[in-house]
């Protein structure tokens, strides 16, 4: 099936690894622009060049820095002349004890996981929607279904996010927007691998017999950035192997 992502141009923020990168490197594969953001120039650069030799005739374009920064999103939005892709991505909040988190963790969480997706989606929704072509796509997490204790702040923020995109896909899609997000339960990534307390929650899978491949994401988020995915909008879309038939 030919996605039609031809000549699109779609920025990716943290996109220097796990599932980030991979929805990069398919989109560019699937022969999008990819404008792509990490916190680090030197490992964005790193996957630049993978991303070249494996989508020769795309244009990567890094754009470094958090995307909590008011200055990194507005250099991302300006990068190229337009904007028909965004695909909204950070890494998680830490785990931990609500009884632990002050004020300031709380709004670093809303910062990074809810605030700097909907500036984003600020920056880009309406221009998308003046061309009449759009694809917005959120990478939020499994515990927007099913709440995983030891990560409330990812709960939380992520359900935050979910509600207000929710609120305004309506009013983009009679003019070729769309919006949806895509649920990650445990998938291969450094995010899993580095942290202990999220793995012994999400590395057991047993409906499915294994974790996810980023690739996998790639993949999803690559048909709902396609021509043919515009008649399918503000929706949760969960990737979990079936996992939430267990209630982890
Ligand atoms: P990862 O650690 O492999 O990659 C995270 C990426 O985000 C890296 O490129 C990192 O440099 C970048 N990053 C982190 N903070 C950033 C910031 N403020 N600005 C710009 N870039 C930033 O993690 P991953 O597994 O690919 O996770 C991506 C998202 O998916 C996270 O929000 C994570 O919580 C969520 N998620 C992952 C899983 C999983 O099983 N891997 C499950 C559910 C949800």
């Known amino acids: 099936m030919d996605l039609g992502l031809a000549g699109k141009t779609a920025i990716i ?7 980030g990168r991979a929805c990069a490197t398919v989109l560019a594969e699937e022969g999008a622009n990819v404008i792509i953001n990490a916190r680090t120039a030197a490992t964005l650069e790193e996957v630049a060049e993978d991303i070249r030799a494996r989508a020769p005739g795309v244009s990567v374009t890094i754009v470094p820095g958090t995307v909590t920064d008011p200055a990194v999103r507005e250099a991302l939005v300006g990068a190229a002349p337009q904007i028909d892709i965004l695909i909204n991505n950070a890494g998680g909040p830490p785990p931990g004890d609500f009884r632990d988190w002050d004020r300031d963790t709380w709004i670093a969480a809303i910062d990074q996981n809810m605030l700097s997706a909907i500036e984003l989606i600020r920056l880009t929704a309406d221009d998308m929607a003046a061309r009449g072509f759009g694809r917005i796509v959120n990478i939020t997490s499994s515990a927007v279904r099913v709440p995983i204790p030891v990560i409330g702040l990812s709960n939380a923020t992520r ?90």
């Open 159 to 248: 359900a935050g996010l979910t509600n207000f995109v929710f609120g305004i896909a309506g009013q983009f899609s009679s003019r070729g927007v769309t919006i949806n997000n895509i649920l990650p339960g445990p998938f291969d990534t450094g995010r899993l691998r580095n942290s202990k307390e999220i793995t012994k929650h999400l590395t057991a899978n047993p409906v499915a017999g294994r974790i996810g491949d980023p690739r996998e994401i790639g993949a999803m988020c690559a048909f709902l950035c396609s021509v043919h995915a515009g008649y399918l909008t503000g929706q949760n879309v969960l990737m979990d192997g079936g996992l939430y038939q267990t209630g982890v």
């Open 13 to 19: 923020c943290a996109a220097s690894s796990g599932i």
